[in-house]
């Protein structure tokens, strides 16, 4: 049976994957087929002695460009039908989500990982391919930003997480906001250094409906807090 997702992957360090995806839930559901991975070397697609990849930028500046027909050559020659194309990219649009679960329906993701300072806007441009950031800091290469992106789709694909987390109270899931605090045993813990530290009473009143409430006001509080951009509109202050 084919896998549920499979992506491509173009990059010049295909022994960079499945690293982190080789492990724990992801891993498992590699090895029971759920979603698989071609890493394709773009270098293999060079066709001059030295095997190069890129070259200097027409108009000058610092830095290298990989170039359109090198990647075209390794995007043609994929073994599995390409579909949506994504270049990992900084100036992308930025990952949430929404992306993801849009990303985790799909049968089939090329991404292509750059490394030096970009690619042949040509490539992108003749191959509709969309750029995607995973955040405003810059990378030396997109395959971490592409196993970022992939972990995040392939914990959504059925058969998955079993009973490890429920999406919809995660945070960015539901309502959109925050995760709330999470306490386990021991009820009571002192550190090292004397301090004693408890667990809020509700948690532990038995009483779901109060539990539910408190919860949903600490999202609240931490979403105001730290992200208050997620916050939905608020009528009174318009
Ligand atoms: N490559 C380098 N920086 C990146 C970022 N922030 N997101 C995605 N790909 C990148």
């Known amino acids: 049976m084919p896998a549920q997702l499979h992506f491509n992957l173009l990059t010049l360090f295909p022994e960079m994957f499945p690293g982190s995806l080789g492990y724990s839930l ?20 060079a066709t001059d002695r030295h095997k190069t990849v890129d070259d200097t930028p ?10 359109a027909d090198v990647l075209e050559k390794a995007l043609l020659a994929l073994p599995i039908e390409r579909g ?26 090329t991404l292509l ?3 030096y300072e970009g690619v042949d806007q040509r490539f992108l441009d003749a191959y509709d391919i969309e750029e995607i950031s995973i955040g405003d800091y810059v990378l030396s290469g997109g395959e971490p930003a592409a196993l970022i992106l992939m972990d995040a789709c392939i914990r959504l694909l059925p058969g998955v997480m079993g009973n490890e987390t429920t999406p919809d109270e995660e945070s960015f899931c539901g309502d959109g906001l925050l995760e709330y605090p999470h306490y386990t045993r021991p009820a009571e813990w002192t550190t090292a250094d004397g301090r004693t530290c408890t667990v809020p009473d509700i948690l532990r009143s038995g ?8 919860r949903h006001a600490q999202s609240l509080a931490l979403t105001r807090e730290r992200r208050p951009d997620l916050l939905p509109p608020d009528p009174e202050n318009d």
């Open 207 to 214: 009483d779901h409906g109060k539990v539910r409430a408190w």
């Open 26 to 45: 992801s891993g498992r559901a590699l090895e029971d087929g759920i979603w698989s991975y071609d890493a394709v070397n773009i270098r293999n697609f």
């Open 113 to 115: 990982c750059g490394r």
């Open 58 to 67: 027409f108009g000058g500046g610092a830095g290298m460009v990989m170039r």
């Open 84 to 109: 949506r194309t994504i270049y990992l990219s900084p100036r992308g649009k930025p990952l949430n989500q929404r992306i993801v679960e849009d990303l985790s329906q799909a049968k089939n993701l």
